[in-house]
């Protein structure tokens, strides 16, 4: 058969907006989307341009299963080099003995520590989703939860924080191989020093998922989990403003096992154009202005929370260490689900959580999760932020003009535009 030469010519040369306008149009349209909302979802944030080319480039052509130097597949050598220096940065930015690069996403990033160190049935301590954990630390219907006797800590009722002599009951009481810090909706320091310490009167071994605090621990300024861990495990697509993608640390001696149940033990061939990016944010997160963008992330955390509670809104722990906000909406009338509506209308993008103790199910939650990472990277500063709590504070009112809210948020966006002069994707020809 011949090949219709004249269309495949156009296959092979045209770019998106000509080949698939349905797709180019979505794409234009949700940049847009982007652009006019305040995003305020804790896990969310906007990367680089720098990386959203990386990510779109032409090593996701490139089969690469193995290592660097170490691969099944030929013409290994360029990507080689790109998953090198990928190790190399995330080793100097944390200070870390090993890194592995591959993980496809955070959950992968978790899987991969849990392949490289526990049997089915072993025993793991870990924070309880609904104080603050995540899905991957042993929620029952997650892989984590069927394969491994997961058992919870959670954080004190009066405090609201972790209470590390309650964590040493337990692991004193369960007797896990693996302890687990860190979390999803956790607002505090996680101090990995003291887990450490429980850790070891246990003897377990101690991994921490840093997956949402991770830029503020590349700038220095939430203490790092490295010195204290076995494994680190992290995203790179939240405070530290990467591709959407995962990592681990570990010390050397676990090394080799945490390779082998990357790959072949639960993935592939890695994501090379993405590992690229990868070593282009860890490379972004080593400068001094990363470490502004992140020391502006938590001053506006804090404007944020400090306008809610004096605004008369209750904030999880009073306040927070980190980039992320809980708003607790138990003394009000309002569901999390309902508030997350509510917001959603006057322009603000926020995602609703349960809190500590809740009696409400995840699906309607009495809490709001809210954090600075994103609107801080269109330029957002303490001042803006004074403007967000009020707006969020106005909105949760019973007589609130919604139109009028919509506009301040609106007004807001366009004084702090995201990706100027990035012309989107429906004029887009190769
Ligand atoms: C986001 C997150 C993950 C999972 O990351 P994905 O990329 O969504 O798989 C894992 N652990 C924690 C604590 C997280 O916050």
Known sequence: MAIAQETFEQLRTAGLAEIDPDIAELLGRELERQRGQIELIAS?????????EAVGSVPTNKYAEGYP?????????????????????????????????????????????????????DRVLGLS???????THGLKVNFSGKLYEFHHYGVSRETMRVDYDEVLAKAKEVRPKLIVCGGSAYPRTVEADRFREIAHEVGAMLMCDMAHFAGLVAAGIHPSPVPHCDFVTSTTHKTLAGPRAGFVLCRAEHAQA????????????????TIAAKAACFKIAATDAFRDYQLQVRANADTLAAGLIDGGFDVLTGGTDTHLVQLDLRA????????????DECKLTVNRNTVPFDERPPMVASGVRLGTP?????????????????????????????????????????????????????????
């Open 44 to 52: 969310e944030n906007f990367t680089w341009p720098s990386v959203l």
């Open 69 to 121: 130097g170490k691969r099944y597949y030929g013409g290994c050598e360029v990507v080689d080099e790109i998953e090198d220096l990928a190790r190399e940065r995330a080793k100097s930015l944390f200070g870390a003995e090993h890194a592995n690069v591959q993980a496809h996403a955070g959950a992968q990033a978790n899987m991969a520590v849990y392949f490289a160190i526990l049997n089915p049935g």
């Open 129 to 135: 989703l609904d104080h603050g954990g995540h899905l």
């Open 258 to 273: 945490l390779d082998r149940a990357n790959f072949p033990g639960e993935q592939g061939g890695p994501l090379l154009h």
């Open 332 to 343: 009000t009338e309002w569901t999390g689900a309902a508030a997350e509506g509510r917001l």
């Open 374 to 430: 994103a609107a801080t990277m269109r330029g957002f500063d303490e001042d803006d932020f004074r403007e967000v709590a009020s707006i969020i504070v106005d909105a949760l009112q019973d007589e609130a003009d919604i139109a009028a809210l919509r506009g301040r948020a609106e007004a807001l966006c366009d004084r702090r535009p995201l990706y100027p002069g990035f012309r989107g994707y429906t004029t887009y020809v190769a």
